[in-house]
């Protein structure tokens, strides 16, 4: 193999940076090129009309070895306790970084904000970035993994991380196929924005509609609180909700989550899609491995997917690590059989966790109320329950961590 193995990652949105950051951060003797089709945006965007992602605090820690965090910390908004309950029934806990000893449980940054600290930290790192840059076409000709661009330019790498997302032509070319777990459910997201001094506390509340999140972001003023919102509902449901004008829609949400935070004083852009799960049945093939959401999509209720994404990037920088001090070609199968085996299992896990815990929260009537409203009421009384309940969400595995 060459002193500088060359690593293409198609996508510089969350996951494509995530990948390109932990492999120049962990492997030596790799050169690495993030190829983006649109041109990374400047400027503040209005504060109501950004998504955001939630970090536990094993990503923050990556984050942190990274070099990432830094440039985040002053953005990020820290969950301290969660709130679970269903709106209108008996039965609740609360789950506090103290039952853990933890500063936090885990903390909520805008994706604007997210992906500004890991483009200025891949560009930090020596990692070529390069947008506008649209690929029209892989290359699977057998003189090696790469891609053309729409200017017509072919471009080689001993591995290409396939992380724009689910590209149905391109998967074709490869021989992968996707399976899709249709849902009727959908989610709507949104901020919104409360009087008073900011809070610390996230809420998971189960509503007629479904399950609701509202996760805390940052706020520098002193009089507004402001928060992240995911309503899961199912089509019929949110047909009827996205007509609403700006007002009844206060309203609706208003009714669905309570008076907890007070009264809502503003919502933002609403955005929504379909909670349907994809898994593709390879996620490598030929030089081309598929990461983040090309290889995997969640149902958000737990917000593991980019945390999940983040824990993957590092297990492939480890096991490329291994092959380059082995003197291994990077883009065979034998030098990531150990990432695709540690991955299956990190996906099967997370995937399971998510699917029983959207199963509890989506679904609705007498006989599925009845023993989660007693479970949530249990869970207060039981300390060590609720405890060890906070720290599987924190991302650590070692219930001892």
Not at 285 to 310: D, E, F, I, K, W
Request: proline letters at 4%; hydrophobic letters at 45%; a negative charge.
């Amino acid at each position: 193999m060459t002193d500088s193995a060359h690593i293409l990652v198609l996508g510089g949105g969350l996951a494509g940076l995530s990948f390109a950051i932990a492999l120049a951060t962990e492997v030596a003797g790799v050169e690495i090129t993030v190829l983006e089709a649109h041109p990374f945006r400047s400027g503040t965007p209005n504060p109501l009309d950004t998504r955001a992602s939630a970090l536990n605090l094993h990503s923050v820690e990556q984050l942190h070895r990274w070099g990432v965090w830094p440039a985040l910390v002053d953005f990020a908004g820290s969950i301290e306790e969660i709130h679970v309950s269903h709106r209108g029934h008996f039965g609740s806990t609360l789950m506090t970084a103290s039952d853990l000893g933890t500063p936090a449980l885990g903390y909520v940054v805008e994706n604007h904000d997210l992906g500004r600290a890991l483009l200025a930290r891949a560009e930090a790192l020596g990692i070529q970035i390069r947008a506008p840059l649209r690929c029209s076409n892989l290359l699977v000709d057998g003189a090696g993994p790469g891609v053309e661009t729409e200017d017509d330019e072919e471009l080689r790498a001993d591995l290409v991380l396939l992380a724009a997302g689910v590209m149905p032509d391109w998967f074709q070319e490869l021989g992968i196929q996707v399976n899709e777990r249709p849902s009727n459910n959908h989610a709507m997201v949104f901020n919104a924005s409360f009087s008073g001094e900011q809070g610390r506390r996230a809420f998971e509340r189960f509503t007629a509609h479904g399950p609701l999140a509202v996760l805390p972001l940052p706020s520098g003023n002193r009089s507004e609180q402001r928060y992240n919102v995911v309503w899961s509902m199912s089509e019929a449901q949110l047909s009827a909700v996205s007509q609403l004008n700006e007002a009844a829609f206060i309203n609706e949400f208003q009714g669905a989550f309570g008076w907890r935070l007070g009264r809502v004083r503003a919502v933002g852009k609403r955005s929504q899609w379909p909670l349907g799960r994809l898994a593709t049945t390879e996620q490598f093939r030929s030089g081309y491995l598929l990461v983040g959401n090309a290889a995997h999509t969640l149902h958000p209720v737990a917000g593991q997917g980019l945390n999940l994404t983040m824990r993957e990037a590092d297990m492939l920088a480890g096991s490329l690590a291994d092959a380059i001090s082995n003197g291994e070609p990077i883009g065979e199968l034998d030098s990531l059989a150990t990432y695709l085996k540690q991955a299956a299992d990190e996906q099967f896990l997370v995937t399971r966790s998510t699917d029983a815990l959207s199963t509890l929260f989506d679904r609705r009537g007498p006989l599925l109320d009845a023993p989660r409203n007693v479970s949530l009421a249990l869970l207060d009384l039981l300390p060590g329950a609720r405890a060890q309940v906070a720290r599987l969400g924190t991302g650590h595995r070692d219930a001892r961590h």
